[in-house]
C-alpha cells in the first residue's frame, strides 16, 4: 500500500467517522490472535468506525510514516489526525473499552 492509497483508504473516510488501522504480519502470531477479537469489535460497533488492516511488510513507506516498529500496532484516526495508537495484544473487552474511551473523546 502506498501513502496516496492510505489517504484514499483511511484518512479520507475518517472525517466522516473514526478508522482503526490494524498494522500486522503474516508471521505475527499475536496479530493472529487480534484479528478475531477486532473483527468482533467492529461488526458490534453499530458502525461507528471503520477497521482497515494494513500488512506492514506489504506497506512499509505506511507503516515508516507512522513509526510502526512492531506488531500488533493499533491507530485510530478521526478528522484525519492519529488520535489514539497501542502496541500489542489486548483481550477482547479491554480492547473495545479502549477503544470507546479513545472514541468518546471525538464523538
Given at each position: 500500500?502506498?501513502?496516496?492509497?492510505?489517504?484514499?483508504?483511511?484518512?479520507?473516510?475518517?472525517?466522516?467517522?473514526?478508522?482503526?488501522?490494524?498494522?500486522?504480519?503474516?508471521?505475527?502470531?499475536?496479530?493472529?490472535?487480534?484479528?478475531?477479537?477486532?473483527?468482533?469489535?467492529?461488526?458490534?460497533?453499530?458502525n461507528n468506525w471503520d477497521l482497515v488492516k494494513i500488512d506492514v511488510d506489504q506497506?512499509?513507506?505506511?507503516?515508516?510514516?507512522?513509526?510502526?516498529?512492531?506488531?500488533?500496532?493499533?491507530?485510530?484516526?478521526?478528522?484525519?489526525?492519529?488520535?489514539?495508537?497501542?502496541?500489542?495484544?489486548?483481550?477482547?473487552?479491554?480492547?473495545?473499552?479502549?477503544?470507546?474511551?479513545?472514541?468518546?473523546?471525538?464523538?
Amino acid at each position: 500500500m502506498t501513502l496516496e492509497i492510505f489517504e484514499e483508504i483511511v484518512i479520507k473516510p475518517s472525517f466522516e467517522k473514526p478508522v482503526l488501522v490494524d498494522f500486522w504480519a503474516d508471521w505475527c502470531d499475536p496479530c493472529k490472535m487480534l484479528e478475531p477479537i477486532l473483527d468482533e469489535l467492529v461488526s458490534e460497533s453499530d458502525n461507528n468506525w471503520d477497521l482497515v488492516k494494513i500488512d506492514v511488510d506489504q506497506s512499509t513507506e505506511v507503516a515508516a510514516k507512522f513509526d510502526i516498529m512492531g506488531v500488533p500496532a493499533i491507530r485510530i484516526f478521526s478528522k484525519g489526525e492519529l488520535i489514539a495508537k497501542f502496541n500489542g495484544l489486548m483481550w477482547k473487552k479491554d480492547m473495545g473499552r479502549w477503544i470507546d474511551e479513545n472514541l468518546k473523546l471525538e464523538i
